[in-house]
């Protein structure tokens, strides 16, 4: 390492140390602040947005240009775009956050105690929390408006891809923030690409009380084995369609075309489909023609490459690949046992979708098959939290601990034991 790298390493993490201190002071009185006085920062967030459209397509221009000539590929590019849609999407899901309840300040459960005392359990936020995600800049609002109704501060360190678009955004929250009266380091966006940035913040356990990566599989194992703050995080969307001998054949056919070719670079995008043999020969041929139509290279097992034999034949791996792209792996399986089976071994536990008309399948499907999401007859591109009606998401857990599946407002506070006593004593 060069003297000039060791300096540059040294003063990144002296800046995110000073993010640090000030989001711990703005987490302070983040905590105390009223519903109104949040509400009232979302949506003139929103009026920012709004306001500011043309300068924020310029930003991303210089980002989108500037990936091409890094070579990004479509479904990154495809992530990044910032296009009129996506910022209609932002500026709705500010709203929609305003909308919501409240969580801060929920009490739950409060009893009275042989003692007298009366007990329960109160919900509060969990502090500053910090965020690490690539490409997509909406993440930026989505993290920001939750972390800002439920009561947190937050740190938000973005890719280098999208610096200048999330630096666009960020100026729209800060003008929000002073509009209404709330601290402008209640959100704070990392305005370095330096990959340090990233060691620092998940580094700081008195500044940071919890992180959520939201990105690729490198970035996501690292957080997990580098941080010394409690990470929320999934590292895979290996998301599976299995169509049940009983499924209505309509249904199943647009269910498996949606949730593969609806967007590709998410991650409740279908990367398998299972298929049960009694209606593999009558459905399959239907579905290959649709995804061909759609460019979606089809890989399949020894079964599915005898009905279609146009079809590569998938290897070991491709059973438990994420591509974000347009590649699907498809298997035929006896029934759905042995579709769970596979789930199981080859899952994410995010999100396992079933196509089937039989009651008694369907609940067991939900039973058994361990994943954050499961889904009856549907897509899996519905598990995201502004289809759950959360307003935004600050991303999918698959963890088991904590929170679980999209997470939103409630996902982003803790509960704390209260008290009422009037001069009780132990006795």
């Known amino acids: 390492?060069?003297?000039?790298n060791s300096t540059d390493q040294q003063s990144t993490r002296v800046k995110l140390e000073q993010m640090g201190r000030a989001a711990r002071s703005a987490s302070r009185l983040m905590a105390r602040a009223d519903t109104n006085s949040k509400n009232r920062a979302l949506r003139a967030?929103?009026?920012?947005l709004e306001a500011q459209r043309i300068q924020l397509a310029e930003a991303n221009a210089q980002d989108m240009q500037a990936g091409r000539e890094r070579g990004l590929d479509a479904a990154l590019l495809d992530r990044l775009e910032l296009n009129d849609e996506r910022i209609d999407a932002m500026i709705e899901g500010l709203q929609q956050v305003a909308d919501l309840p409240d969580p801060v300040g929920e009490v739950e459960d409060l009893c009275y105690r042989p003692s007298g005392i009366q007990v329960g359990k109160m919900r509060v936020p969990l502090g500053v929390v910090g965020i690490i995600y690539e490409s997509r800049p909406n993440v930026t609002i989505d993290a920001a408006s939750l972390c800002l109704k439920s009561g947190n501060a937050t740190i938000l360190r973005g890719g280098s891809e999208a610096l200048h678009s999330n630096q666009a955004i960020?100026?729209?929250?800060?003008?929000?923030?002073?509009?209404?009266?709330?601290?402008?380091?209640a959100v704070q966006v990392v305005d370095t690409s330096d990959r340090e940035a990233v060691g620092a913040l998940i580094s700081m356990p008195d500044y940071v009380d919890v992180i959520v990566p939201r990105g690729g599989t490198g970035l996501i194992e690292r957080v997990s084995r580098e941080a010394r703050v409690p990470v929320i995080k999934h590292l895979h969307g290996v998301c599976h369609v299995y169509i049940d001998d009983l499924a209505d054949e309509q249904k199943a056919f647009e269910i498996a075309l949606n949730a593969k070719t609806h967007r590709y670079?998410?991650?409740?995008?279908?990367?398998?489909?299972?298929?049960?043999?009694?209606?593999?020969?009558?459905i399959l041929p239907r579905l290959a023609e649709?995804?061909?139509l759609k460019g979606v290279e089809l890989r399949g097992c020894a079964r599915t490459s005898e009905i279609l034999p146009h079809c590569a034949e998938a290897r070991e791996s491709d059973w438990s690949e994420e591509y974000l792209a347009p590649v699907l792996s498809i298997r035929v399986?006896?029934?759905?046992?042995?579709?769970?089976?596979?789930?199981?071994?080859y899952g994410s536990g995010h999100t396992e979708a079933i196509v089937t008309e039989n009651y008694t399948r369907s609940r067991?499907?939900?039973?058994?098959?361990?994943?954050?999401?499961?889904?009856?007859?549907?897509?899996?591109?519905?598990?995201d939290g502004f289809e759950y009606g959360l307003g935004a998401e600050i991303g999918i857990s698959t963890d088991k601990i904590h929170a679980r599946g999209p997470v939103?407002?409630?996902?982003?506070?803790?509960?704390?034991?209260?008290v009422f006593g009037d001069g009780h004593i132990r006795r």
């Open 1 to 4: 390492m060069t003297a000039t």
């Open 45 to 48: 967030i929103a009026a920012e």
């Open 170 to 185: 960020a100026a729209c929250i800060t003008q929000g923030l002073r509009e209404v009266g709330l601290p402008e380091t």
């Open 265 to 282: 670079g998410v991650c409740n995008a279908m990367e398998t489909l299972l298929v049960a043999e009694g209606i593999a020969e009558r």
């Open 290 to 292: 649709a995804f061909e």
């Open 333 to 345: 399986v006896a029934d759905m046992d042995a579709a769970m089976d596979h789930i199981a071994r």
């Open 364 to 383: 067991r499907f939900l039973a058994e098959v361990d994943a954050s999401s499961v889904i009856i007859n549907a897509s899996t591109r519905f598990a």
């Open 408 to 418: 939103g407002l409630e996902g982003l506070t803790s509960q704390k034991w209260i």
